[in-house]
């Protein structure tokens, strides 16, 4: 049966379109063909409704997918026509005094463009001892906002993002391991308490396939590791069984892409590994693929085009600074599948990733107990480290997620024995929507 739900990979296209990208700029940016973008954004096209660039870019603002920068005026925020485009309004048809407001958008829109530029250079650097004019940072500062807390306290629960709200599932606080689930709605700031989890677990993932989400293994209740897989249905609000990882697992990186679930190393219960695993939903079927070279717990996995970043993590006591990247199109049982190019630009403790824009931000503590926020953009092979202060500290083992063009931090530890339930969010890209002039 035919399905409207936009795919991942569509919704991120989308965003790109939204973003004023070609055709050329979305497969550079997702490391796919210029074809392949173009069918995509065919089904794009039909499962929305929509028959032009414009309206996909409205379509993903209506549906949260975007968002225009804070402080804009309204009447800024009208769209451009993508190259390509043909405008149906006849020129005769628009009076001069419109033309003018149209043009003093333009310009208005434009000098909004360079001011951002200037403030994000300015407020990017590769050492932290860098001087920020105050002005700036001050601007910049207003990209963070503390949003409404959690119902619960809690880390290193499974978290994940659909249909523009945050599933935070079980994890850990002062009570123990959780089997509670909340559903964080973005737009509203409202949480909503779902059904339980049947195994309280903490240490575990989560991803989201066919609007369904699955939480494989992680610790139980009794300190032990468990090789269950249950799914969460949003729709109804139950959960069901799906079949055993091949041995129970925890702490691991998890990560889908086309309709499959990958995790990446993770603990065992005696040893840090670097085993990959697949899950197929459609068949109900693991498969072991070819390992990577540095073992690891505590990762993070983040999607870029057709491949996936393996990032940070920990052996033992030491951390993993190589940046494996792994290709599942390329996996014949071979080493070929992966390859290693970049590395974290010094040790720290890894706490979270995400992809945004073809980018991947990166928050992890480093040596001295500071919590930086870092962006990584494969185009360049450049790190960058953000300046901005959040208006509260980043805690440890908080959960990090992407949606639209924010990192939201969630929960986390103040110390060892307190468990928090702050919520913050940085406006890590600006989406731009310029107006359309006729001639």
Known sequence: METNELSEREIEILKLVGQGKSN????????????TVKVHLTSVFRKTGVTSRTEATLYAIEHGYIDSPRGIPDDVQILISQPGETSTTNPSEIGSKQKNNWMRMFWLALALISLYFVLSRSSLFSNNTTQTNPLTQSLSQARWRTLRPMTTSRARMAAVVYENAIYLIGGENEHGVLASVDKYDV????????AKKPTPVTDAGAVVIGGKIYVPGGQDSEGSLTDVLEVYDPRNDTWSVGKSLPNPLSRYAVATLEGTLFLFGGWDGQNTVNTVLSYNPASDTWKTLSPFTAARSDAQAAVLGDRIFLVGGTHGSESVREIEVYAPTEDAGSRQAWSSQIALPADMEFLGCQT???SLFVLGKGENGALDLMQFTPQNNAWFTYAEVPPEPLLSETKVVGLGGDVYFLGGKADNSTYSNLVQKYQAVYTIVLPSISK
């Open 24 to 35: 050329k700029e979305i497969a550079e940016n997702l490391f796919i063909s210029v074809n």
């Open 187 to 194: 737009a509203s700031n409202a949480y909503t308490t779902l």
């Open 356 to 358: 945004l824009s073809g």
